[in-house]
């Protein structure tokens, strides 16, 4: 209880903290091309019927994003003062005229609040289920592997469904473990919070289909295997973004990054090399031990299920980039972006958080402090390389 109470308050803090520090920053952060287009062509000039019917002119023409922003827009009687023919008018920040510069910082804040919110969510959820679950310096690690995730950094103040993908995507995880802790008590209501989930993820983003079915698939696999709970938890979500996918325009796409570093964005080979590590030390301590620790007893299912969802979504992301590259014709409209693969970066988070927890609890002496280590300094590296890379961007403008 004690853990559970310090970690709610931690939880709020860290909320508070993030929310003020990114929508501080977004101040002073012009709107990007691909923000101003979604504002003025999918949300300002867009009717509701038209976005619940695939009319969004975007490669992604699912609304529930779009349809957030235009609500709290008409609440507050907001209109952006642009189009997106005139958007090197309204991108651009700090001119002489004062009016219009207080203009601009009001759209870069106001526009990216969904964002920023539900980034600092994520990041929140994910720090709480391990101080309250697990252990306070675990929350701690987590939270630092938060923020030393590239896409973390590129999306929380980008007024677009990325942040709301990401978010979802941290709730849908956290409660596929909850449901499959066998300490668990309340598993239907847990169900039914993943399948109000399932439905939020399938209007937020088409590619969310690969992820509704790895969760499915693990619960199926982990004894949950009442037909009524898939029918509504998986075959409902999948038709509505099967729909959407339908309606897409077919665009000529082309190749910039490497399928490395396409999903090295969300999950870094070094995040690979820890999980693969840490479930390497869990198999040793089951086989080699007489008695397994009571621990790994106890949260089982929860690590193989979180292992193999997150495989699941590894083999899904690679089966939409074979499917991009059949169709690269190397130049189009759209080049392949990092942030298809954003639903790596919560569950590799998560997965490298468990798998950082056994590797330094389930080693002892020399070969605890060697673990200790490299997970130091594999924290230090990705900080380094997460910011280079972020000054880099916002200096270039890309």
């Not at 526009?111 to 600092?120: D, G, K, N, Q």
Request: hydrophobic share 50%; aromatic share 16%; with cysteine.
């Amino acid at each position: 209880m004690l853990n559970n109470s310090f970690a709610r308050v931690n939880a709020l803090a860290i909320f508070l903290i993030l929310s003020t520090g990114w929508l501080t920053l977004a101040k002073s952060i012009p709107l990007w091309n691909d923000e101003i287009y979604s504002q003025d062509r999918s949300i300002q000039n867009i009717s509701y019927q038209e976005m619940f019917l695939g009319g969004i002119p975007e490669g992604n023409r699912t609304p529930l994003f779009y349809l957030t922003q235009k609500v709290s827009q008409y609440t507050i009687g907001y209109k952006w003062p642009g189009t997106y023919e005139s958007a090197p008018i309204y991108a651009i920040p700090n001119r002489p005229d004062t009016h219009l510069v207080d203009t601009e910082q009001f759209a870069n804040v106001f526009l990216r609040l969904l964002p920023v919110a539900c980034m600092s969510a994520s990041i929140t959820l994910i720090y709480f289920y391990f101080a309250a679950y697990w252990s306070v310096w675990l929350g701690y690690y987590s939270l630092l592997l938060s923020l030393s995730t590239f896409m973390v950094w590129e999306y929380a103040f980008h007024a677009r469904p990325y942040a709301l993908w990401f978010f979802l995507t941290s709730l849908q995880l956290i409660l596929l473990l909850k449901s499959l802790d066998a300490r668990s008590a309340q598993r239907n209501t847990t169900l039914l919070w993943i399948t109000l989930v399932h439905w939020l993820l399938s209007f937020t983003v088409i590619f969310s289909a690969v992820q509704i079915i790895a969760a499915c698939m693990v619960l199926w696999l982990f004894g949950e295997r009442r037909v009524f709970w898939h029918a509504f938890m998986c075959a409902g979500p999948v038709f509505i973004t099967a729909a959407y996918y339908i309606v897409v325009p077919h665009a000529n796409i082309y190749f910039v990054d490497g399928p490395v570093a396409l999903l090295g964005a969300s999950l870094p080979l070094d995040r690979i090399a820890i999980i693969v590590g840490g479930l390497i030390i869990v198999g040793a301590s089951v086989l080699y031990r007489a008695k397994p620790l009571q621990e790994i007893v106890d949260r089982h299912h929860l690590v193989q299920g979180a292992g193999f969802f997150l495989l699941l979504i590894y083999c899904g992301s690679l089966l939409i980039l074979m499917k991009f590259k059949l169709e690269d014709l190397g130049f189009g409209d759209a080049y392949v972006s990092n942030r298809y693969f954003i639903v790596l970066a919560p569950v590799g988070i998560v997965m490298t958080s468990i798998a950082s927890h056994y590797i330094t609890t389930l080693t002892k002496g020399f070969y605890r402090i060697v673990g200790l280590l490299m997970l130091f300094t594999l924290m230090v590296l990705r900080f380094s390389r997460t910011f280079d890379l972020v000054i880099l961007r916002r200096l270039t403008g890309h």
